[in-house]
DNA sequence: TGCAAAATTGCACTTAGTGTAACAATGTGA
DNA sequence: TCACATTGTTACACTAAGTGCAATTTTGCA
């Protein structure tokens, strides 16, 4: 049997993929149906046919396997942003960057898990922690896009001010959308865009 | 017995504080000499003289035993920044209300504990929480003193600004404070203004 | 087809975290 | 000073989280 050109990546890695995919979709559904708090990792494994075991080889809690779309979310942004041509301007590149990620497929679960933190102090934490991972891996690809020998406080304040603008046009369009008209992706584009052009204007005026 | 004009915060009161307090300071003392992840709550109970059950009484898990100290601190920011006087604008008593915070008692702690954090997921989880609930005490200070009815975007993202920029100005300070010596207090509030400062400019020059 | 690498699983174990009821300490009024 | 009500502490028992390890199955490759 001649191998398909797909290579080293074959099998195996859609494999793990296929099962991480399995436990993160049980995950939500125990956290819809069921209410935060209100489940077992042993409920979440055996829905998706899977040990128990094998669930804590691929998370280490209930609350990480819920965070994958969120990780996806920031993950793109990250994405979007290196793919910006080197000479745009910081700001454009951001903005530009940071509005494509509207596109992610499973955007309204995204908004979903917004809204659930707010009533759960462990997916709050995981969420926040996922925020922080993004804002590391960002703020390196700011670095290296400015030169490389950016100063350290100018750095971490202008990643940290971009992404909590962008948390918070996540959270006023999270909150708006409690019924996703399924074309919502554009609101969160104009709240995004919004806050970053405050941000760019120093927050001069309240408007 | 006469009582003494205290009152009812009597020996209940400071008898919990003190119960507290035991047990943030052994949870630290382990953290130091044993390693974030290599100590029990039992451990700490013990070390506090108080009983596992008591532990959880005031606390839900080792971390955020740690987290005290951080908490505090944040606290003082948002009661420094509601006593500025109420015509000052908006950015200088922040300034000076964030600057202020640097006379915390235990500011030397709260650099530890950013270090630690650096190197053990569950503390940065804890960290960020507490940052988190700070923003949402600040954000409604903020509301109140401009009048009541923001945009709830501006609200949203200038505050998650101004705190990125506070936790841009520890992360520095704390990473070059491993020696800290003593009066590094001033330095911590030349990096707080350095940051706010940037992001009243709308970070236009990369200093 | 057969072998090596890697993933899944079962099992045993420690620790986290919580409900509950008994117990001790504190504040209060006569 | 003595009962009494309130509130904090403790012991106990229990469920579930999370991890190390060795056995087992699955997959990739020659």
Chains 1, 2 share one sequence.
């Not at 055996?46 to 819920?66: D, K, P, Q």
């Not at 590149?93 to 759960?120: P, Q």
């Not at 996703?180 to 005026?205: C, H, K, T, W, Y």
Request: glycine letters at 6%; proline letters at 4%.
């Amino acid at each position: 049997m001649s191998a398909v050109l797909a290579g080293t990546p074959g099998r195996r890695e859609q494999n793990k993929l296929d099962t991480r995919r399995a436990i993160a979709v049980s995950a939500l559904e125990f956290a819809r149906t069921h209410g935060l708090g209100n489940f077992t990792v042993d409920q979440v494994a055996a829905e998706a046919g899977v040990s128990r075991r094998t669930f804590f080889n691929y998370f280490h809690s209930a609350e990480e396997a819920l965070t994958t779309s969120t990780d996806a979310f920031l993950e793109l942004a990250a994405a979007e942003f290196m793919a910006r041509p080197a000479d745009e301007p910081l700001f454009d590149a951001m903005i530009a960057a940071l509005a494509a990620i509207a596109k992610t497929e499973n955007l309204s679960v995204c908004g979903e898990l917004f809204r659930m933190a707010e009533e759960s102090p462990e997916l709050m934490r995981s969420q926040l922690h996922a925020w922080e991972r993004a804002e590391t891996r960002i703020r390196q690809a700011v670095n290296e896009r400015l030169g490389g020998n950016l100063d350290p406080l100018y750095l971490l304040a202008l990643v940290g001010a971009v992404l909590s603008c962008v948390k918070a046009a996540m959270q006023v369009w999270a909150a708006a959308s409690n019924a996703p008209p399924a074309d919502s992706a554009s609101e969160l584009e104009d709240q995004i865009v919004g806050a970053l052009s405050m941000l760019r204007d120093g927050f001069s005026n309240p408007s």
